[in-house]
């Protein structure tokens, strides 16, 4: 939840904000674009953040971020290379990218003059 208003009321409206390895998903995913599916994404994520994931985490959170609109999965055809298994593809939806741009936004703002934000050459040890 969180508290907005005017001048002297405030009101409960509830935002949908996405987690971190949601936001680094759809992003990913938006990078890869037409190549975007389950293996090149987890790929992509362990070699741009440093951090692995496990497969488990990475469909569960497709399907959920599917399941709030931002995603949209189809399977592909099958493939030699998988062995005669067809790739999971991935597309972020506008409301998908809407979120991203959203959680991006908040993330730049919350930052603005912090000590990182303003000189990275000399963010403290």
Same mark, same amino acid.
Not at 44 to 52: E, F, P, V
């Given at each position: 939840m969180c508290l907005t208003g005017g001048h002297d009321k405030y009101h409960n409206v509830a935002l949908t904000m996405l987690g971190e390895f949601e936001y680094l998903l759809i992003t990913t995913a938006a990078k890869l =674009?037409?190549? $975007?599916? =389950?293996? $090149?994404i987890r790929e992509?994520? #362990? $070699?741009?953040? =440093?951090?692995?994931c496990s497969i488990g985490a990475l469909y569960t959170t497709i399907d959920r971020l599917e399941t709030k609109g931002f995603l949209k999965t189809w399977m592909g055809e099958a493939t030699a290379q998988r062995g005669g298994r067809a790739k999971r593809m991935v597309r972020v939806t506008p409301k998908g990218v809407q979120a991203a741009r959203s959680f991006y936004e908040?993330? #730049?703002s919350a930052s603005r003059g912090a000590?990182? $934000?303003i000189n990275k050459a000399r963010v403290p040890s």
């Open positions: =674009g037409n190549e $975007a599916y =389950g293996a $090149a992509t994520l #362990a $070699a741009t953040t =440093g951090r692995k908040a993330i #730049a000590s990182w $934000a």
